[in-house]
């Protein structure tokens, strides 16, 4: 079983940055992938960006390509999702989810998930 924790969100003035961390733990493989998706209320959840533990290829959404990095540290155990020029349109509670298997996109592909971290941004 692997444990996944969110930190790192809180409110931001647009243009702002905000660094969000995910800490897993359990046993985990490198290959895992590693995505973070976000959700507004009364939207559904969303992808925003993933890479595999071990550190590689990074994909990210159009909506904050160019803005969010996503990063990995396979020793620690910790996926990090740098977001700088924050819009209030990136306003929602913000998921780390890990994939066993493959390389989705979809919430629907991944296995393990956080309980979300709150990112506010304000006009």
């Known amino acids: 079983q692997v444990q996944l924790g969110e930190s790192g969100g809180g409110l931001v003035q647009a243009g702002g940055s905000l660094r969000l961390s995910c800490a897993a733990s359990g046993r985990t493989f490198s290959t895992y992938m590693m995505g973070w998706f976000r959700q507004a209320p009364g939207k559904e959840r969303e992808f925003v960006a993933k890479?595999?533990?071990?550190?590689?290829?990074?994909y990210y959404a159009d909506s904050v390509k160019g803005r969010f990095t996503v990063s990995a540290d396979n020793a620690k155990k910790t996926v990090y999702l740098q977001m700088n020029s924050l819009k209030p349109e990136d306003t929602a509670v913000y998921y780390c989810?890990?994939?066993?298997?493959?390389?989705?996109?979809?919430?629907?592909?991944?296995?393990?998930w956080g309980q979300g971290t709150q990112v506010t941004v304000s006009s």
């Open positions: 989810a890990a994939d066993r298997h493959g390389w989705g996109s979809s919430p629907s592909e991944y296995d393990y």
């Open positions: 890479t595999r533990l071990g550190g590689g290829s990074t």
